[in-house]
T-cell receptor, first 112, second 109 residues
């Protein structure tokens, strides 16, 4: 079965712009989580969604937002981009709470 | 504070040598502990979780609540074990993972 897909895979933006990243979970998975990976901070939790509801949010500024649709697909948005937002953004999906999480390949965001 | 500590950034061993990747955690409550692995050019994937008590690819990890540790061990390392290893924890009623900074394992022939 198809794995978690993320689009786009690579993105280059300039400071002040906004960006939307998309994540399609494995079919049948209802929970989606987002992580930011940087060399300095490592993997940091951003959001967790289940059945279109945000269940948990990490310690990121309000410029970072997300949502989940009825088909479990999820998007995250970053407004007013800063250089420090350059990172690999990973999405993970799971069938139900506590089950194994499957990660996507990530979206590499570069902010110039 | 909820935290996962992996003290070694890099661990280099020769093929056939034993391997131990250290992981310590801080969490108020009963967390679930995991080891994730990322091979070169591949996705992050689950290696094992403490509740399963399984041995995956020869790796085992025992949760020591007294020492708040969840070290990953393998008696005989193989070259194909070379990868980035992340220890992580999650709490109750959430899939949120708190990751350590990772340890790169290099296994030389």
């Amino acid at each position: 079965k198809a794995g978690v897909t993320q689009t786009p895979r690579y993105l280059i933006k300039t400071r002040g712009q906004q960006v939307t990243l998309s994540c399609s979970p494995i079919s049948g998975h209802r929970s989606v989580s987002w992580y930011q990976q940087t060399p300095g901070q490592g993997l940091q939790f951003l959001f967790e969604y289940f059945s279109e509801t945000q269940r948990n949010k990490g310690n990121f500024p309000g410029r970072f937002s997300g949502r989940q649709f009825s088909n479990s697909r999820s998007e995250m948005n970053v407004s007013t981009l800063e250089l420090g937002d350059s990172a690999l953004y990973l999405c993970a999906s799971t069938i139900n709470l506590g089950d194994e999480q499957f990660f996507g390949p990530g979206t590499r965001l570069t902010v110039l | 504070a909820q935290r996962v500590t992996q003290p070694e950034k890099l661990l280099s061993v020769f093929k056939g040598a034993p391997v131990e990747l250290k992981c310590n955690y801080s969490y108020s409550g009963s967390p679930e502990l995991f080891w994730y692995v990322q091979y070169s050019r591949q996705r992050l994937q689950l290696l094992l979780r403490h509740i399963s008590r399984e041995s995956i690819k020869g790796f085992t990890a025992d949760l020591n609540k007294g020492e708040t540790s969840f070290h990953l061990k393998k008696p005989f390392a193989q070259e194909e074990d070379s990868a980035m290893y992340y220890c992580a924890l999650s709490g109750h009623n959430t899939d949120k993972l708190i990751f350590g900074t990772g340890t790169r394992l290099q296994v030389f022939p």
